[in-house]
């Protein structure tokens, strides 16, 4: 008996969510599942259906790069979805080694450390904060050695306070996940971590159905709402630590900006009131 695996599950994924106006098919006629139908995605990728079929139930996990690129030409997928395919399309059949635990790189915790007026963290694979500075404690609780970060966005009830656009942080949260395992959706800490998500969170477990990936680096804009300075809108960079599955997170603020100016404020007492540097302990 075959399993769709990996590859199955998100090719079935994305077909779904696409409509047929949305790649010039007609939409009349009455259909049982929503999206588009197999034989369609076959058609625009120019594949049979009865290949695309073994695709996407398991029977065929071997797919050439030329099929792969087809698949996500007709799936509208974006640069970080389609490598994401691509990464599903060529795992290996092997069992693959135990992973050692994560350490962040002497470099990265000083550099880090050193960094008194710009918020910065590191997070593992699963989104676990590794590392934090003290300002960047002190801009979001969340932002601690030993937080699951994707844990608290869903779990912890203090969470949507301190993100305005929380919904946005969820959803971008779930896809970072996925991308960051990438092919690996069969280790035990993220069998683990997606049952007690799902178990705890119907958002969640509709987010992650929907297999979203977004790139491992990056940048964007977020909002915090603090209850000591007020609202900070604050520009993030997301940088992956090279030869390590960790990203570096460093936020900081437009100059001059009402957000910068409480921004300082934030890390005066921030920096006043540590011992030492935050995150100095490693797990």
């Known amino acids: 008996m075959h399993t769709a695996g990996p590859l199955g599950e998100y090719l079935r994924a994305r077909r779904e969510l696409i409509r047929p106006g949305d790649v010039g098919l007609p939409a009349h006629g009455r259909r049982r599942v929503p999206g588009l139908r197999r034989e369609e995605l076959a058609l625009l990728a120019g594949i049979s259906a009865d290949y695309y079929l073994r695709l996407e139930q398991g ?33 290996a059949s092997t069992r693959r080694p135990a992973r050692r635990p994560e350490r962040v790189p002497v470099g990265i915790r000083q550099l880090v450390g050193s960094w008194t007026q710009t918020p910065a963290l590191v997070h593992g694979r699963h989104l676990d904060v590794l590392f934090a500075n003290p300002v960047a404690t002190a ?32 959803a971008n949260a779930v896809a970072g996940l996925r991308a960051q395992v990438g092919a ?17 969170s119907e958002r969640f477990r509709r987010l992650w159905a929907r297999h979203d990936v977004v790139a491992r680096a990056g940048g964007g804009v977020r909002v915090f709402r603090h209850p000591r300075v007020g609202e900070l809108e604050l520009r993030y960079e997301k940088l992956t630590i090279a030869g390590t599955t ?31 540097p935050a995150g100095s302990r490693q797990r």
């Not at 030409?73 to 395919?85: P, V």
């Not at 969340?142 to 869903?154: E, K």
């Not at 997170?249 to 005066?268: D, F």
């Open 139 to 170: 801009l979001a609780p969340i932002y601690a050695v030993g937080v699951n970060l994707l844990r608290a966005v869903f779990l912890d009830p203090v969470v949507p306070s301190l993100y305005p656009a929380s919904e946005a942080v969820a």
């Open 59 to 91: 029977r065929d996990r071997h797919p050439s790069t030329q099929v792969l690129d087809a698949l996500a030409r007709a799936l509208r997928l974006d640069a970080a979805a389609t490598t994401h395919l691509r990464r599903l399309g060529e795992q």
């Open 184 to 200: 690996e959706v069969d280790d035990p800490r993220l069998l683990e971590l997606v049952e007690e998500l799902s178990a705890g």
């Open 246 to 276: 960790q990203s570096l997170v460093v936020y900081h603020a437009e100059p001059g900006s009402p957000s910068a100016h409480a921004l300082a404020r934030l890390a005066r007492d921030a920096v006043g009131g540590a011992p030492g």
